[in-house]
């Protein structure tokens, strides 16, 4: 089945750092949507990706559509300590739109 | 404009017992989809249903397991005789399929947090 590995699993960093965290699949995605899940919360949508290629910006945050579209990554530049909490990149699966998860990036933030 | 609301969000039972979950989406949203996140993992997709319709079910253990969205009412998802391994966060989320729009994805609710004793 389709799986997304993300990379690093955790990441500890100082507030004002700039991080970059990165998502790879072994088949093709036709769509790529960041979420951050704080604890005990459902995810929440940061941005989504539709094209290849593509580069999108949500304020302190950018990410990027691989052009082969079996990857993507998210940048958060100037973390803050509220930036903490777990990313995971997902891609829709199928004709259902179902959404396949990665196995998330472990941020945390010391102010 | 609420969001999709997930309830309860915590939920006891002791093995062998029923747990019932419930959701409702967003307004205006007719589609709901369960995912399923055990401790320090990613959400797994379980069951992706329309009004009164199943449409992929997929994700869903064979047994013990069920999941309705009837035409009035929150989406239910049903376990029997629940296991140790049962116990997870459970997390709906719904979609209101109409391409184009920037909102076009699936908003997630806050999960129930199940913990079979």
């Known amino acids: ?111 | 404009n609420a969001g999709v609301m997930q309830n309860p969000r915590h939920l006891v039972r002791r093995r062998g017992q029923e747990a019932r979950l419930r959701c409702s989406p967003m307004k205006g949203h007719s589609h709901v989809y369960w995912y399923r996140q055990l401790p320090e993992e990613g959400l797994k997709f379980m069951v992706y249903l329309q009004k009164e319709n199943i449409i992929d079910e997929s994700g869903m253990p064979k047994e013990r397991f069920s999941a309705e969205f009837p035409k009035e009412g929150p989406s239910i998802l049903r376990i029997q005789q629940v296991v140790r391994g049962d116990s997870a966060a459970y997390f709906c989320a719904s979609w209101r399929d109409l391409p184009g729009l920037a909102d076009n994805e699936q908003f997630f609710g806050p999960g129930t947090r199940l913990t079979v004793l």
């Not at chain 1, 990441?11 to 004002?16: A, R, S, T």
């Not at chain 1, 999108?56 to 950018?62: A, D, H, M, P």
């Not at chain 1, 004709?95 to 998330?104: Q, R, V, Y």
């Open chain 1, 1 to 111: 089945g389709q799986q997304l590995n993300q990379s690093p699993q955790s990441m500890f960093i100082q507030e004002g750092e700039d991080v970059s965290m990165n998502c790879t699949s072994s088949s093709i995605f036709n769509t790529w949507l960041w979420y951050k899940q704080d604890p005990g919360e459902g995810p929440v949508l940061l941005i989504a990706l539709y094209k290849a290629g593509e580069l999108t910006s949500n304020g302190r945050l950018t990410a990027q559509f691989g052009i082969t579209r079996k990857d993507s990554f998210l940048n958060i530049s100037a973390s803050i300590p509220s930036d903490v909490g777990i990313y995971f990149c997902a891609g829709h699966g199928g004709a259902t739109n179902k959404l396949i998860f990665g196995t998330g990036t472990l941020l945390a933030v010391q102010p």
